[in-house]
Protein backbone atom coordinates (compact mmCIF):
# COMPACT_ATOMS: atom_id res chain seq x y z
CA UNK A 1 0.00 0.00 0.00
CA UNK A 2 1.84 3.23 -0.95
CA UNK A 3 2.44 5.76 1.61
CA UNK A 4 1.37 9.50 0.66
CA UNK A 5 3.26 11.27 3.18
CA UNK A 6 6.45 9.10 2.37
CA UNK A 7 6.29 9.49 -1.07
CA UNK A 8 5.82 13.51 -0.82
CA UNK A 9 9.30 13.07 1.06
CA UNK A 10 10.58 11.79 -1.14
CA UNK A 11 9.87 13.45 -4.22
CA UNK A 12 11.42 16.57 -2.16
CA UNK A 13 14.87 14.95 -1.45
CA UNK A 14 14.81 13.61 -5.13
CA UNK A 15 14.07 17.54 -6.13
CA UNK A 16 16.34 19.18 -4.06
CA UNK A 17 19.44 16.73 -5.39
CA UNK A 18 18.59 17.28 -8.52
CA UNK A 19 19.31 20.97 -7.82
CA UNK A 20 23.17 20.17 -7.45
CA UNK A 21 22.88 19.88 -10.84
CA UNK A 22 20.58 22.87 -11.50
CA UNK A 23 23.30 25.45 -13.12
CA UNK A 24 20.57 28.13 -14.24
CA UNK A 25 19.24 27.82 -10.41
CA UNK A 26 22.23 28.01 -8.94
CA UNK A 27 23.61 30.77 -11.03
CA UNK A 28 20.42 32.94 -10.23
CA UNK A 29 20.96 32.36 -6.49
CA UNK A 30 24.85 32.83 -6.83
CA UNK A 31 24.09 36.56 -8.28
CA UNK A 32 21.12 36.94 -6.17
CA UNK A 33 23.60 35.80 -3.02
CA UNK A 34 26.19 38.42 -3.81
CA UNK A 35 23.61 41.54 -5.12
CA UNK A 36 21.75 40.92 -2.02
CA UNK A 37 24.64 40.98 0.59
CA UNK A 38 26.35 44.34 -1.82
CA UNK A 39 22.16 46.11 -0.87
CA UNK A 40 22.45 44.95 3.16
CA UNK A 41 19.57 42.62 2.20
CA UNK A 42 19.24 40.26 5.48
CA UNK A 43 19.16 44.11 7.81
CA UNK A 44 15.63 44.74 6.64
CA UNK A 45 13.96 41.38 8.73
CA UNK A 46 12.69 41.21 12.39
CA UNK A 47 11.33 38.16 14.29
CA UNK A 48 8.82 39.38 16.75
CA UNK A 49 9.87 42.79 16.70
CA UNK A 50 13.59 42.36 16.84
CA UNK A 51 15.87 43.15 14.36
CA UNK A 52 17.51 39.46 13.07
CA UNK A 53 19.86 40.61 10.36
CA UNK A 54 19.70 37.08 8.94
CA UNK A 55 17.97 35.42 5.65
CA UNK A 56 14.83 34.09 6.02
CA UNK A 57 16.09 31.04 3.98
CA UNK A 58 18.44 30.42 6.85
CA UNK A 59 16.00 30.97 9.02
CA UNK A 60 13.48 28.56 7.83
CA UNK A 61 16.91 26.19 7.39
CA UNK A 62 17.35 26.72 11.01
CA UNK A 63 13.65 25.82 12.07
CA UNK A 64 13.94 22.52 10.55
CA UNK A 65 16.99 22.18 12.33
CA UNK A 66 15.81 23.01 15.48
CA UNK A 67 12.22 20.57 15.12
CA UNK A 68 14.31 17.96 14.52
CA UNK A 69 16.89 18.17 16.92
CA UNK A 70 14.79 19.53 19.96
CA UNK A 71 18.18 20.92 21.97
CA UNK A 72 18.48 21.73 25.32
CA UNK A 73 20.27 24.42 24.83
CA UNK A 74 21.32 26.66 21.80
CA UNK A 75 24.81 28.84 21.66
CA UNK A 76 25.08 31.67 19.66
CA UNK A 77 27.94 33.28 19.28
CA UNK A 78 26.85 37.55 18.49
CA UNK A 79 24.15 38.74 19.94
CA UNK A 80 23.78 42.36 17.68
CA UNK A 81 20.14 43.60 18.28
CA UNK A 82 18.61 40.13 19.90
CA UNK A 83 16.70 39.22 16.87
CA UNK A 84 18.28 35.37 16.52
CA UNK A 85 18.40 35.09 20.61
CA UNK A 86 14.32 35.72 20.42
CA UNK A 87 13.85 33.63 16.85
CA UNK A 88 15.73 30.39 18.72
CA UNK A 89 13.99 31.37 22.48
CA UNK A 90 10.64 31.23 20.59
CA UNK A 91 11.00 27.77 18.12
CA UNK A 92 12.51 26.35 21.76
CA UNK A 93 8.93 27.19 23.69
CA UNK A 94 7.14 26.16 20.98
CA UNK A 95 9.21 22.33 21.72
CA UNK A 96 8.57 23.28 25.60
CA UNK A 97 12.16 23.00 26.45
CA UNK A 98 15.34 24.57 26.27
CA UNK A 99 17.23 28.12 26.26
CA UNK A 100 19.67 29.86 24.61
CA UNK A 101 22.33 31.09 25.27
CA UNK A 102 24.23 34.30 23.88
CA UNK A 103 27.54 35.44 23.77
CA UNK A 104 28.93 39.02 22.54
CA UNK A 105 31.96 40.81 23.82
CA UNK A 106 29.75 44.27 23.90
CA UNK A 107 26.14 43.56 24.33
CA UNK A 108 24.80 46.98 23.91
CA UNK A 109 22.78 48.74 26.57
CA UNK A 110 19.69 49.24 24.93
CA UNK A 111 19.64 45.73 22.88
CA UNK A 112 20.49 44.31 26.37
CA UNK A 113 16.90 46.10 27.55
CA UNK A 114 15.09 45.24 24.83
CA UNK A 115 16.47 41.49 25.00
CA UNK A 116 15.44 41.33 29.11
CA UNK A 117 12.21 43.16 28.12
CA UNK A 118 10.88 40.24 25.30
CA UNK A 119 8.48 38.07 26.34
CA UNK A 120 10.63 35.20 25.17
CA UNK A 121 13.64 36.51 27.55
CA UNK A 122 12.25 33.88 29.66
CA UNK A 123 14.41 30.79 27.54
CA UNK A 124 17.23 33.55 27.13
CA UNK A 125 20.24 33.70 28.96
CA UNK A 126 23.54 35.90 27.77
CA UNK A 127 27.14 36.26 28.45
CA UNK A 128 29.15 39.53 27.79
CA UNK A 129 32.77 38.84 26.68
CA UNK A 130 35.19 37.38 24.02
CA UNK A 131 33.75 34.29 22.64
CA UNK A 132 37.29 33.15 22.54
CA UNK A 133 38.23 33.82 26.05
CA UNK A 134 38.80 30.95 28.29
CA UNK A 135 36.81 32.49 30.32
CA UNK A 136 34.09 32.54 28.58
CA UNK A 137 34.18 29.32 27.40
CA UNK A 138 34.73 27.95 30.70
CA UNK A 139 30.76 29.72 31.07
CA UNK A 140 29.81 28.45 28.27
CA UNK A 141 31.03 24.84 29.32
CA UNK A 142 29.11 25.11 32.79
CA UNK A 143 25.89 26.21 31.30
CA UNK A 144 26.30 23.04 28.72
CA UNK A 145 26.96 20.51 31.60
CA UNK A 146 24.05 18.15 31.52
CA UNK A 147 22.74 19.37 28.45
CA UNK A 148 21.87 15.99 26.24
CA UNK A 149 21.46 17.77 23.10
CA UNK A 150 23.15 20.81 22.12
CA UNK A 151 23.28 22.90 18.81
CA UNK A 152 25.95 25.83 18.16
CA UNK A 153 25.88 28.60 16.55
CA UNK A 154 28.83 31.05 15.46
CA UNK A 155 27.61 34.49 14.21
CA UNK A 156 30.32 36.88 15.86
CA UNK A 157 33.89 38.11 14.72
CA UNK A 158 34.04 36.81 11.22
CA UNK A 159 37.75 36.50 10.72
CA UNK A 160 39.72 33.00 9.76
CA UNK A 161 41.31 33.02 12.94
CA UNK A 162 38.67 33.88 15.40
CA UNK A 163 36.20 31.27 13.64
CA UNK A 164 38.68 28.44 13.66
CA UNK A 165 39.09 29.30 17.53
CA UNK A 166 35.47 29.18 17.90
CA UNK A 167 34.92 25.85 15.99
CA UNK A 168 37.75 24.27 18.47
CA UNK A 169 36.32 25.51 21.49
CA UNK A 170 33.22 24.71 21.32
CA UNK A 171 32.54 21.53 18.78
CA UNK A 172 33.22 19.56 21.63
CA UNK A 173 29.85 20.26 23.09
CA UNK A 174 27.91 19.79 20.02
CA UNK A 175 25.58 16.33 20.91
CA UNK A 176 25.96 13.35 18.03
CA UNK A 177 23.85 14.45 15.18
CA UNK A 178 23.18 17.88 15.75
CA UNK A 179 25.25 20.48 14.37
CA UNK A 180 27.29 24.09 14.41
CA UNK A 181 26.32 26.35 12.06
CA UNK A 182 28.95 28.77 10.56
CA UNK A 183 27.54 31.66 9.49
CA UNK A 184 28.89 34.32 6.77
CA UNK A 185 30.92 31.71 5.46
CA UNK A 186 29.42 33.52 1.94
CA UNK A 187 32.02 36.26 2.27
CA UNK A 188 34.47 33.69 0.92
CA UNK A 189 32.35 33.94 -2.36
CA UNK A 190 31.71 37.56 -2.57
CA UNK A 191 34.11 40.75 -3.66
CA UNK A 192 36.11 42.09 -1.21
CA UNK A 193 34.58 45.60 0.50
CA UNK A 194 31.69 44.73 -1.29
CA UNK A 195 29.48 46.89 0.78
CA UNK A 196 30.55 50.88 -0.07
CA UNK A 197 32.11 52.37 2.40
CA UNK A 198 32.30 49.51 5.05
CA UNK A 199 35.74 48.14 5.87
CA UNK A 200 36.01 44.65 7.54
CA UNK A 201 38.79 42.97 8.86
CA UNK A 202 37.47 39.81 6.83
CA UNK A 203 37.62 39.09 3.19
CA UNK A 204 38.26 36.25 0.73
CA UNK A 205 40.83 34.26 2.02
CA UNK A 206 40.13 35.41 5.32
CA UNK A 207 36.60 34.50 6.56
CA UNK A 208 34.16 31.78 8.37
CA UNK A 209 34.57 29.35 4.97
CA UNK A 210 38.14 29.22 5.30
CA UNK A 211 38.19 28.09 8.75
CA UNK A 212 35.30 25.44 8.15
CA UNK A 213 37.85 24.25 5.49
CA UNK A 214 40.86 24.55 8.64
CA UNK A 215 38.13 22.86 11.22
CA UNK A 216 37.05 19.86 8.56
CA UNK A 217 40.54 18.88 7.81
CA UNK A 218 41.69 18.52 11.97
CA UNK A 219 38.65 16.98 12.76
CA UNK A 220 36.45 13.78 11.12
CA UNK A 221 33.62 14.28 13.80
CA UNK A 222 31.87 16.74 11.37
CA UNK A 223 30.22 16.61 7.78
CA UNK A 224 29.11 19.72 5.70
CA UNK A 225 25.26 18.79 5.42
CA UNK A 226 25.00 19.32 1.36
CA UNK A 227 21.50 18.85 1.25
CA UNK A 228 20.56 21.96 3.23
CA UNK A 229 22.83 24.06 0.55
CA UNK A 230 20.91 22.66 -2.18
CA UNK A 231 17.86 22.73 -0.47
CA UNK A 232 17.66 26.81 0.13
CA UNK A 233 20.90 28.19 -2.36
CA UNK A 234 20.24 31.80 -1.16
CA UNK A 235 22.07 31.81 1.94
CA UNK A 236 24.92 33.70 3.74
CA UNK A 237 26.42 30.41 5.28
CA UNK A 238 27.22 27.74 2.21
CA UNK A 239 29.20 25.18 3.17
CA UNK A 240 28.61 26.32 7.07
CA UNK A 241 25.91 23.56 8.54
CA UNK A 242 28.25 20.89 9.78
CA UNK A 243 26.51 18.16 11.08
CA UNK A 244 28.52 16.23 13.87
CA UNK A 245 28.58 12.47 12.65
CA UNK A 246 30.90 10.77 15.62
Known amino acids: ????????????????NSYEQNEALRTAAAAFNTESNKAQYSYNFKWMGRP???????MIAMQELIWEIQPDLIIETGIAHGGSLVFYASLLELTGKGEILGIDIDIREHNRKAIEAHPM?????MI????VDQATANLVYEAAAGKEKVLVVLDSNHTHEHVL???????PLVSLNSYIVVFDTIVENLPDNYIPGITRPWSTGN???TAVD????????????KDIDNKIQISVAPRGYLKRVK
Open 1 to 16: MSNPIQEFIQECKDRV
Open 52 to 58: IIQYPQD
Open 121 to 125: YKRIK
Open 128 to 131: QGSS
Open 165 to 171: EELRLYA
Open 207 to 209: NPM
Open 214 to 225: AFLAENDQFEIN
